[in-house]
């Protein structure tokens, strides 16, 4: 069963515009992760928040954390072209952090 | 390393044929899973191994499906018989294991193998 429930399922911006995806989970967690997916290739782990963080960033990449709401969000600022990907986010359920679930992705398209 | 190596890259078959996919895990790591990408389901877990034991396969989907790991470098996902509906992408993936300070839980994904089943 699906652990994270991204939104929106698909989000089209223009190149140089911010994108943000969401994404929500149930169940207590020790870290979160997000990952992307370009078509036809396996998923790539972009960045990891641990549950004791609220914000992290990598590059043009910045991740949030809201335990309380248990929700994450994903900002990929100044958005280019090959920036269109699907992503996903990732948690581990309980205290077995290799059991990890990924949500439907946001499917993210990049006009030039 | 040459990461996750899943073979074969595309695979088709009629239905009724034993279909057999392998994946050759990053060194060193101690966990693998599969994956079934489709796009009605998106990405579901099948089953994962921790040291070449099977820990949970609650998301196989029936008896025709199996997977062993009969040692640390090596992985198989079998379908016998296999049926139309199965045809999805199969995404092997590795990762380091738990401890020490540092998050392992980064899973490291094949480049998976597209299967159709006519």
């Known amino acids: 069963s699906q652990q994270g429930e991204e939104d929106p399922q698909a989000l089209s911006i223009q190149e140089g515009e911010n994108a943000t995806m969401n994404c929500s989970y149930k169940t207590s967690i020790n870290n979160l992760q997000w990952y992307r997916q370009n078509s036809g290739r396996g998923l790539v782990h972009l960045i990891l928040i641990r549950s004791n963080e609220r914000e992290k960033h990598s590059g043009r990449l910045r991740v949030t954390l809201d335990t309380s709401k248990k929700s994450s969000s994903l900002l990929i600022t100044a958005s280019r072209a090959a920036d269109t990907a699907s992503y996903f986010c990732a948690t581990a359920r309980g205290y077995n952090n290799n059991d990890m679930r990924f949500g439907a992705g946001t499917r993210l398209t990049v006009k030039p | 390393d040459a990461g996750v190596i899943q073979s074969p890259r595309h695979e088709v078959t009629e239905m009724g044929q034993e279909v057999t996919l392998r994946c050759k895990p990053i060194s060193g790591h101690d966990y693998l899973f599969w994956y079934r990408q489709t796009m009605m389901r998106g990405l579901e877990l099948l089953i994962y191994f921790n040291n070449n034991v099977p820990i949970d396969d609650s998301g196989m989907p029936e008896d025709r499906f199996s997977a062993k790991m009969p040692n640390a470098s090596f992985s198989t996902l079998k379908i016998q018989p296999s049926e139309p509906r199965d045809s999805a992408v199969y995404f092997c993936?590795?990762?380091?294991?738990?401890?020490?300070?540092?998050?392992?839980?980064?899973?490291?994904f094949g480049a998976g193998t597209r299967l159709s089943v006519l």
């Open positions: 993936a590795s990762s380091l294991g738990t401890g020490g300070r540092k998050a392992k839980n980064i899973q490291y």
